[in-house]
T-cell receptor
């Protein structure tokens, strides 16, 4: 079945460091890919998404590019802030929005000043 | 943007009691709602898919008689944990998708259930 694998955490970075969180997927067909963020004590929020190969999703300084050839959707940010500390989930949706999401295990990011 | 609410946000109950969790889409019609469960420091696991006006589809290993799901309207789905036990303690999260064919689901803030 479909699956998402993302790098194990926790990840601890200093403020203004470069962030990469790796995500690879296995799916039949051409899924849509997502990054969700969960801040402490809150629910999941959509961070960015890409719906087809070579699409780049971006939001709040975060970017991820849908790479079909490597089945990857790595999350990057050039300069992290303390406020970026959260758990980040990579996810895929095989079809439309009316199909459930398959999530990776999540990566906890801690940014220290 | 689309907003999904959950009520209650947290609940503590005694073992053997039943707990109902509501999931509402506040500004759009959700033809499909999903219920997930999240254990501490783990990912979200899909429990069931709920389509308005029809029976929910449960994932393998999820007891449908224990986790009752009702999706009576386009803006409301409920999850009832019947005869709750301590092992049911978890974070329950719903998401909603509209009928517009978009790829985006909107998540509720979650409900933390603690069964004593």
């Amino acid at each position: 079945g479909d699956s998402v694998t993302q790098m194990e955490g926790p990840v601890t970075l200093s403020e203004e460091a470069f962030l990469t969180i790796n995500c690879t997927y296995t799916a039949t067909g051409y899924p849509s890919l997502f990054w969700y963020v969960q801040y402490p004590g809150e629910g999941l929020q959509l961070l960015l998404k890409a719906t087809k190969a070579d699409d780049k999703g971006s939001n709040k300084g975060f970017e991820a590019t849908y790479r079909k050839e490597t089945t990857s959707f790595h999350l990057e940010k050039g300069s992290v802030q303390v406020s970026d500390s959260a758990v980040y989930f990579c996810a895929l949706s095989a079809l439309s929005g009316n199909t459930p999401l398959v999530f990776g295990k999540g990566t906890r990011l801690s940014v220290i000043a | 943007g689309a907003v999904v609410s959950q009520h209650p946000s947290w609940v503590i109950c005694k073992s053997g009691t039943s707990v109902k969790i509501e999931c509402r889409s506040l500004d759009f019609q959700a033809t499909t709602m999903f219920w997930y469960r999240q254990f501490p420091k783990q990912s979200l696991m899909l429990m069931a898919t709920s389509n308005e006006g029809s029976k929910a589809t449960y994932e393998q290993g999820v007891e449908k008689d224990k986790f009752l799901i009702n999706h009576a309207s386009l803006t409301l789905s409920t999850l009832t944990v019947t005869s709750a036990h301590p092992e049911d303690s978890s974070f329950y999260i719903c998401s909603a998708a509209n009928s517009g064919g978009t790829d985006t689901q909107y998540f509720g803030p979650g409900t933390r259930l603690t069964v004593l």
